[in-house]
């Protein structure tokens, strides 16, 4: 075979084929009619097209190049006349093409209209059809056309073709090869029925394909013809499935959506959207999902008058019994409803002429609608309204299962959120009510056992917000300070020349109150409280009810708290730096407990306070089905430290997103004895068991607040890990986990060793304090095993 062939007819370029375009079987059956006698016009009219066929001899031996078909186009149409009839060129989608290829041509001319239609720039491709595809099914053409082989190849294949509205159609490609010969050439391997056995266990391996089919071992000589089928409906129908019914998808692809229904309607303009309607109020609602479901009917967040959102409630009422569709094929037709008008001019200027609303599945007390919408009057009609009897099934069950999974989310919020049943005792629980259920069906007087962990160990630590309390004062004094100076600016512009008296008086206490909060008086929240709720609200509103003084009032009780009737903005910057500090620390530490579950199951709980503060447990009796051994415990002090640590370096990273400047000090408590759990039934929570473990509960309580021995120091500081121990053996460890952790840069190189103040009952407690490197990114942060530092130290 002549190596150096033009193999530019080929859309892939690496292939089993020498791919080379022939109309020799054609010809060779024009030659059969010359030579018959039966039906001279026949005969002649093949020999005068076969004296055409003589001047360009590759038409018969084989054609490598586009070039050579494009030159005798129409040649080749009359060769193919027979197959291509005249009469059906409107009709038929039809052409001539190489299997699995995109080089087509002799088109009829609806399929020549579509392209036309497409524009020059579009380049026809097989929907999601990859070089390998490709090749395997070529060598399975082989298989099934010379080895008599059956491998299936019957996966629709589909092109998708814009038409001039820019609307993508659908279609499926139906492949004729009929006029197709594969023949071997000298680079072409034999194959055994070993081979095929081989083969039709690694479909996937392109590899193994290509060794048994070499690169350009086979000649595909000769044409095929495709036939193409509109499944635009179908495959619409199809996508919707795939976009809308995915199991566990996150988010839906909404403008693949709303071609999807362009394509339905053959209108480029058509929008989609969903939205819903209280049962009892008529008014639009907002449920929450993964997606933003777009509405032009929706008025949730947009500013319109009342005016149209009592339109809205009147025109939805007049729908709450609507079958079927609601098809309105020009807007116009609804203005002689005077109560819908000004809903009606809202949904005209967003630019709805015509439009078809559908009821479809409830979510609780809530309506859902789906909505197509154009600009165009009659676009949509009762007609076309029907294309949704196949579609609106899907969009139904898509929202059952929305409703399903919502429920199921906030099942499951609940029981992560308000339950403290770790998965790590679920077992324990599971078990207890077993016994207790099939106790009580075989009819035995049963109770409910109690559920105790004897022997494990307690590690504690807590990360709080320095000074939270100081910084709460300061964003109440600011609040009142601004309500009392906005109050007197109030009572001064709307002072009456007839009513001094009054006026005079309250402006003078307003005055005296600044006076106090200024010079650090003993002033009470609650008194500043009381005096502005029993003398100045009254008052203003009275002042509210006239109209020049309306804004202003209005403006001052929008800046209120609703409960305490004070200023809520200082506090408002406040609580919303809590939350976000707390929502960092508890996101980190929940997120790396999923990581440590994973090396040796442990009790593990949490707490947002002004801060957060963890519990941990460990021991054989939570995990019986498994070996319990102390290099557990020892691995989980280490994750401990590591994720104190982090949690310091995350927080520097949020801190220029707080209203206030704050820091957190980490504390950590090593406690050398076996305590037990016991879930308390009547508070529906864990708690130690014992008297003897009471001395744990109470150094949790005061170390936080504790001072260093002899110093007003306290010895938790900011961004520095204070490890209070027992012993000197974990002593001993703490400190070369912090040498550990030192060399790996998360925290700083001075180890500080301190005394605790003696607390009541408890004395003699030492601890480590060690500053955490806060210029460490936090991205940089890996956590490390137990198995890690052993490495570290055997390094030494």
């Known amino acids: 075979m002549n190596t150096g062939i033009n193999l530019d007819i080929d859309h892939f370029h690496i292939s ?56 005798n186009i129409e040649l080749i149409q009359n060769l193919l006349a027979d197959l291509f009839p005249t009469a059906l060129t409107n009709n038929e989608i039809k052409a001539v093409s190489l299997p699995f290829q995109n080089f087509i041509f002799n088109f009829t001319k609806r399929f020549q209209q579509i392209m036309n ?56 490609i139906i492949f ?14 034999p194959i055994s029925e070993e081979d095929i056995k081989l083969l039709k266990k690694n479909y996937n391996n ?5 060794e048994k089919f070499p690169q350009h071992s086979w000649i595909l000589k000769g044409f095929g013809i495709i036939n193409l089928f509109d499944v635009t409906i179908e495959n619409t129908i199809s996508n919707i499935k795939s976009n809308l019914l995915k199991v566990e998808q996150e988010e839906i692809d909404i403008e693949a959506i709303q071609d999807i229904f362009r394509s339905i309607y053959k209108l480029y303009d058509l929008n989609f959207g969903v939205f819903f309607i209280n049962d009892a109020s008529y008014e639009f609602v907002d449920l929450p999902s993964r997606i933003v479901l777009a509405s032009t009917f929706n008025l949730t967040g947009k500013k319109v008058s009342k005016e149209i959102s009592q339109a809205a409630k009147s ?47 409830k979510l609780d007390n809530n309506q859902a609608y789906f909505e197509l919408t154009s600009n ?31 429920k199921n989310e906030i099942d499951a919020i609940i029981q992560r959120e308000y339950t403290t049943i770790h998965p790590s005792v679920n077992w324990k629980f599971e078990q207890e009510a077993r016994n207790y259920y099939f106790n009580k069906m075989s009819k035995k007087n049963s109770n409910l056992k109690e559920i105790i962990f004897e022997d494990v160990f307690p590690l504690y630590g807590e990360s709080d917000i320095k000074n939270s309390s100081q910084f709460r004062n300061e964003a109440i004094t600011s609040d009142v300070k601004k309500q009392l100076k906005s109050i007197k600016k109030i009572l001064e512009i709307t002072h009456p020349s007839d009513d001094k008296l009054l006026f005079s008086q309250r402006i003078n206490e307003i005055g005296i109150l600044q006076d106090k909060i200024k010079k650090n008086e003993f002033t009470t929240e609650v008194q500043i409280q009381q005096y502005i709720i029993q003398n100045i609200h009254p008052l203003f509103q009275q002042l509210r009810q006239i109209p020049t003084y ?18 809520y903005i200082e506090r408002k910057k406040y609580e919303n730096s809590i939350q976000l500090i707390n929502k960092n620390l508890t996101e980190l530490i929940d997120n790396e407990q999923g990581n440590i579950q994973q090396i040796y199951p442990h009790y593990y709980e949490r707490f947002r306070t002004d801060g957060v503060e963890h519990n941990i447990y460990i021991g054989n009796s939570i995990t019986p089905n498994k070996i319990y051994d102390d290099i557990y415990l020892y691995n989980l002090r280490l994750w401990q430290l590591q994720i104190m640590s982090k949690m310091v370096i995350t927080h520097q990273k949020l801190k220029p997103n707080l209203a206030f400047d704050m ?8 406690y050398d004895s076996l305590v037990s759990l016991k879930f308390r039934m009547d508070e529906k929570r864990f708690d130690l068991n014992t008297n003897s473990d009471i001395r744990y509960e109470i150094l949790k309580k005061r170390l936080s607040k504790a001072r260093v021995k002899h110093s007003n120091e306290r010895i938790v500081q900011s961004n520095q890990l204070t490890i209070v121990y027992m012993n000197e053996k974990d002593k001993r460890d703490y400190y070369d986990y912090a040498r550990f952790l030192q060399a790996l840069g998360y925290l700083n190189n001075e180890i500080e060793e301190i005394i605790v103040e003696d607390l009541q009952n408890i004395t003699n407690l030492e601890a480590l304090r060690v500053s955490v490197n806060i210029d460490f990114d936090p991205n940089d942060f890996v956590m490390k095993s137990y198995s890690d530092y052993i490495n570290f130290l055997t390094k030494g």
Do not use: M
């Not at 190849?153 to 509205?165: E, G, V, W």
């Not at 819908?340 to 002429?353: G, M």
């Not at 009897?389 to 409703?403: A, G, K, M, Q």
């Open 117 to 172: 239609d497409a524009g020059e720039e579009f380049e026809i491709n097989i929907r999601d059809f990859s070089n390998d595809q490709y090749y395997i099914l070529s060598c399975c053409l082989i298989l099934n056309t010379y080895y008599g082989q059956n491998f299936d190849l019957s996966r629709p294949l589909f092109y998708d073709i814009p038409d001039k509205n820019g609307v993508i159609r659908h279609y499926r």
């Open 315 to 361: 025109f939805f009422k007049n729908l709450e019994n609507i079958n079927g569709y609601f098809c309105v094929t020009d807007i116009d037709e609804l203005y002689h409803r005077k109560e819908w008008i000004p809903y009606l001019d809202y949904l005209r200027d967003k630019n709805v002429r015509s439009f078809i609303l559908s009821p479809i599945r």
């Open 663 to 670: 820091d957190i000090t980490n504390l950590i408590l090593v």
């Open 176 to 189: 004729n090869g009929d006029f197709v010969e594969l023949i071997p050439t000298e680079n072409a391997l």
């Open 206 to 210: 392109i590899d193994l394909w290509k």
């Open 376 to 406: 165009i009057p009659y676009a949509l009609h009762t007609v076309n309204a029907q294309k949704l009897n196949d579609v609106l099934p899907l969009i139904n069950d898509t929202f059952e299962r929305y409703h399903n999974d919502l």
């Open 550 to 567: 309306q804004k202003t009032i209005s403006k001052y009780f929008a800046q209120l708290h609703p409960k305490d009737q004070l200023f």
């Open 16 to 71: 089993p084929f020498y791919s080379i375009i022939s109309f020799h079987k054609v010809i060779d059956a024009l030659q059969k009619i010359a030579n018959e006698d039966t039906v001279p016009y026949r005969a002649n009219y093949a020999k005068s097209l076969l004296k055409e066929v003589e001047k360009v001899p590759e038409l018969y031996t084989g054609v490598t190049s586009k070039k050579t078909i494009y030159e």
